[in-house]
């Protein structure tokens, strides 16, 4: 800011205060950035007298930004004083660490309006000053957070706000304090951006001993390339490993960085090709084996103490299954979070390939590090997956459609079965029965790989029933489920695509992973939210609950019948047992493409991957889908646990893809998502071998969900049953021809997809003992 352009526009700006607190908007300034940057500093000193506010803690935030806004560095550095001592006393101190930034740029200012120096050399003096006086977890932890936001996204929020405000004369004082609230921020953070980088490695080599780019070798020839960063002040430590896919350099030095800071030897390893390898990327194959000869190099070091944990979400909680499915002697201890398994849950699902997983390939292996530019092309992948939809082209035809050549995702697709190249990645079988460490996984109900996670937990227990395996799920989606729903300074996530998380589900996992690393590593006490194997947040009722298995989560399983008997537009569930052979009719026109441009307001019945669309609607709108309708409960009641069912039809055709999708509709009107199970037919109940449907025979099918979830129904809720076929842009569309579905094309589908849906048909609810007695037939 150039304070003697501050102060002649002092002399010439007014700004208008009414008895409703209405400020004009000073429309000259929302023509530029220049115009805004000359006209702020008057806006936030004229608001400085005006603003009032009852919450002293918000007062306090709001009033150090309009004096720093208005070049007041020492007054804003007295409140920001005054905010930090206040949250303390509040007993949160982690928030107390947010204002660093600004307190950081207000020595500068003051410093640089003051002495008469280069702002860059005052900002770096106030830096080292304020960061020296850090303890390392604050510096490794929050320190990396507050200066971790983008100033590209800042300023996109100023922009936002400026087009919002420009087209009226008037705007209210809080209008006009988040006015100067963004635009400070924006000024703020593009101030020191580019300096942040060598600062904190400047830092990190006054704490920690950084080793980067160190090669080590498998024992097949192959160069794995990884990160260390050791605490200077131990000579021997237990080490922690993130073994990734995902080379960021940023991100991956923040993870070990904090580790370190934590007390033990942060490592990161990169996919074999990924960094500093100079071998090619492949993602999945070499993992295991990989991981496995960086756990080996580890215990050999003179640093180490001989033992090594690991952690990670997604693709590194798969990594370290990978890894114990070779049983490093060193390897003591997992924590995986929303952990995909392939071939389970990713790139199919039920046996379903799902066009997510095709540009991920690209993502991962294009360049050393990530390819963003690559990944993040929405137009190229929605063009894609419409002109598969439109053409109906083959599903292997994809990367041909696209223009590039995708061999990886061409590989997956010649093992549509769970066969021996999926089961050659993790653990399978028996193999479960030699894991025998400690192991905490987290996951949450709308986690996108919430299916492989709880197969993990599941197969180990069915193979090793002495296992020491823990679960935390809750209401969490694929960030939350693996970073918890506090940030590291506190501040909490109030809601999930629309619903409102209950208080008691806020938990930080990232504070989590070294809790359960120093129980496990070091003799420190057990995690409290550990109470037994299975721990679940119930949503609705605000309490966390546990459980020794996840069938012992409801103590009773309620069986829902399919019926034909009509409920307005829909079926009903009953749990009466149909004796006669009733059934509902389904014509699917597999080659219609007229509903390629279909919206739901409310959100998709049967599309789940994405982690965008809302679990709490208005209505649902069940495309090539049957709706089914309990009667209202009359107490509350819980459902806790997996569902599975029975389908008695009868086809026309020789395979067919269906979902099957659980809601709660409540006595106000909304629904609830609960989970959701898709399947294809001539999988269900062995993935591993296609058995093909018998066409015009009556036959049944039983599956099981691999999601679970966790809720309370109040009295008038009704238990809402989706079961439809998967026909839509994203996914493989089945035709039914019985051949490889990835062959087959819209020319397979000259007949329509014709079902009988018997009303003997049942879903299976793990339910509480209570809710039996609150349902009417």
Known sequence: MNTLRVVVL???????VSTAQQIDVPQAAMASDSALSAEMPQLALRLIPLYREADREKYLDNLFRLQMAGGRYAEAGE???????HR????RARQAASTLPYEIFARAKAAQLGQAIPFDDSFKGAYRLVVSLLDDRTAANQLRWVFGTSPYRLQNNLREAVGRLKMNQTMSLADAVDLVRKYLAAEVYSSFQTMIPGLEYEDDLRRYLVERNVQVRTTDGATVCVLLVRPRAMSRAPALLNFTIYADSAQTMNEARRTASNGYVGVEGYTRGKACSPDKPIPIEHDGSDARAVIEWISRQSWSDGRVGMYGGSYEGFTQWAAAKRMPKALKALMPS???APGIDFPM???VFTNYAYPWPFYTTNVKTLDNRTYNDEARWQKLNRELYVSGRAYRDLDKIDGTPNPIFNRWLDHPTYDSYWQAAIPYGKEFAAINIPVLTTTGYYDGGQMGALYY??????????????????????ISGQRGTLSPLG????????????????IDI????????NYVLKGGPKPGLLQNKVNYEVMGANVWKHAPTLASMAEKRLRFHLSSVRSGENYRLREMRVTDDSFIPQTVNLADRTDVNRMSPDGDVIDQTSDTWPIVTKAINPWNGIVFVSDPVTSAVEISGLFSGMLDFNTNKKDFDFGVTLYELTAAGEYVQLSYHWQRASYAGHRSQRRLLRPNRRQQLKFESGRLTSRQFRPGSRLVVVLGILKQLGEQINYGSGKEVSAETIADAAVPLEIKWYGTSFIDIPWSVAAYAGLVP
């Open 457 to 478: 937990f599941a197969q180990h227990y069915k193979y090793n029933p002495s296992a020491d395996h823990y679960l935390i799920v809750g209401p969490y989606d694929h």
């Open 510 to 517: 990232g504070e989590l992973r070294y809790q359960w690393f």
């Open 338 to 340: 929303v952990t995909f």
């Open 88 to 91: 303390i006393a509040a007993n």
């Open 79 to 85: 409140t920001m004083r005054a905010l930090r001592d």
């Open 349 to 351: 699902d039920g046996n």
């Open 10 to 16: 002092l002399s010439l700006v007014t700004v208008r």
């Open 491 to 506: 501040s909490q996530a109030s809601d999930l695509r629309g619903y409102e998380l209950d208080s008691i589900a806020q």
